[in-house]
Structure formats: structure tokens, C-alpha cells
């Protein structure tokens, strides 16, 4: 499939309308970023079915689950959660410390097709726009999501740990 302009994207919330039926795509785009993360040498992150339909149903529930679309009436390519904090999981930072104690925002599970270029940049500029103070976490081996938040300039403040105990490596990026 010949990847597209960022100019088409369009972000959108998902509603709990659409949920069901957009389920079997979203699902897909979760396998297709998968299966980009393996053949790029990052072989344990996102697996054991994670994430699962019902932590993509949570997060449209609760209205932190977003699209990304072709255009305003187009495809769904990606997808991202976008949420205010406190984000549990960020109450320990070993090796470092944020950048501020201020509310901040996260973003979770950005995943695409790899349809569109520029999904990733976009996301995130299109989130600081809205926030201005952003927290993400990447694993070790996502050599792509960590290139991206150092080349638009999130800075690196340590480690925290998810659910199931395992390392992830912490950004913030704040607008002053």
C-alpha cells in the first residue's frame, strides 16, 4: 500500500458508537505495528494479546482513545490513547526524574498501519498542541518510538515500570 502525505490526517476521538464495529480494524492496526516492531528487532513489546479489546474499549469509554484518519471522513490508519494525568505508573521513576511535577498528559498504544508517513510526529505534535506538558514511555527495543520522541525533542528522564513489572523508558516534553 504507497504511504501518504501528512497532510491527509486527521485525528478524531472514537466513539463508544463506533466501537464495535471499528474493533475488527483497530485490532489489525495493533497487529500491523506489532508485526513493524518484530521485524525491527523489538521482539517483547506488545505481546501476549496486549493490547486486548478490552483495554481499547476502556479507553474509548472513558474518551481517551483517538483515530487517525485520512482526512476527515477517511480510513482509520492509526490510533492512540491521550489521557490527562495522574498516570500510576509514573509515580516511580528510577534513574532520573521528570522534568516538572505539573499535570501533564501521556500517550499510550500509538499504533498505525504504516499506511500514512509522519503518523507518529504528528500525533505527538498534535497532543503538546492541546497540552503542552506530555509524558510517553517506550520499550527498550522500540529503536523507532525512541528515535522519534529524542528527534522532536522529549528528553530522556529515566525508567518506570508497567503493570506487569517490565522496564519502560520515560520521556517528557514541556512547552515553557
Not at 62 to 67: C, R
Not at 161 to 176: M, S
Amino acid at each position: 500500500m504507497p504511504r501518504e502525505n501528512s497532510e491527509t490526517i486527521h485525528i478524531r476521538k472514537c466513539t463508544a458508537d463506533e466501537a464495535g464495529l471499528l474493533m475488527p480494524r483497530l485490532i489489525g492496526i495493533f497487529d500491523a505495528a506489532r508485526a513493524y516492531m518484530r521485524k525491527n528487532g523489538n521482539m517483547t513489546q506488545w505481546t501476549g494479546g496486549y493490547p486486548s479489546e478490552k483495554v481499547i474499549m476502556e479507553d474509548i469509554l472513558a474518551g481517551h482513545f483517538h483515530l487517525v484518519c485520512r482526512g476527515p471522513d477517511g480510513e482509520v490508519a492509526g490510533c492512540f490513547c491521550f489521557r490527562p494525568s495522574p498516570e500510576p505508573n509514573y509515580s516511580v521513576i528510577e534513574g532520573g526524574q521528570w522534568l516538572d511535577d505539573g499535570p501533564y498528559w501521556v500517550v499510550h498504544r500509538l499504533a498505525s498501519d504504516g499506511s500514512l508517513r509522519n503518523v507518529g510526529e504528528t500525533v505527538l505534535g498534535w497532543c503538546m498542541e492541546r497540552c503542552g506538558n506530555l509524558r510517553v514511555d517506550t520499550h527498550a527495543d522500540n529503536a523507532t518510538m525512541l528515535s522519534l520522541l529524542e528527534r522532536l525533542g522529549f528528553e530522556r528522564c529515566g525508567t518506570i515500570y508497567v503493570e506487569d513489572g517490565t522496564p519502560r523508558t520515560a520521556f517528557q516534553k514541556v512547552l515553557r
